[in-house]
Nanobody
Framework: QVQLVESGGGLVQAGGSLRLSCTASIHTYTMGWFRQAPGKEREFVAAINWSGDSTYYADSVKGRFTISRDIAKNTLYLQMNSLKPEDTAIYYC?????????????????WGQGTQVTVSS
């Protein structure tokens, strides 16, 4: 069983930055970030493969967000820059047993509890 614990959410003004962290209890393969805004379905944000040398982003965050991982620390990161009010959501860390990146939710076996990100205008 993999446990994922997120941290780093908070309130920030538009244009600001936040860094989310997600620590896993053991090393995992593909990992990703998803988010769910009020009244909307959960959506894909970014994913990274098991070795950290391949990443993929949703168009809405490309160029502003950076996903990375520290394998030695079993920790996943999401650096979020140039934040917009529409980035406001609960952000979830997820882990998959697949080696290749996937952007759909079903292959992700484990999920964190979520961390709130609020961007004020």
């Amino acid at each position: 069983q993999v446990q994922l614990v997120e941290s780093g959410g908070g309130l920030v003004q538009a244009g600001g930055s936040l860094r989310l962290s997600c620590t896993a209890s053991i090393h995992t393969y593909t990992m990703g970030w998803f988010r769910q805004a009020p009244g909307k379905e959960r959506e894909f944000v970014a994913a990274i493969n098991w070795s950290g040398d391949s990443t993929y982003y949703a168009d809405s965050v490309k160029g502003r967000f950076t996903i990375s991982r520290d394998i030695a620390k079993n920790t996943l990161y999401l650096q979020m820059n140039s934040l917009k009010p529409e980035d406001t959501a609960i952000y979830y860390c997820a882990a998959s047993s697949r080696f290749t990146i996937t952007t759909t939710q079903a292959p992700y076996n484990y999920w964190g509890q979520g961390t709130q990100v609020t961007v004020s205008s």
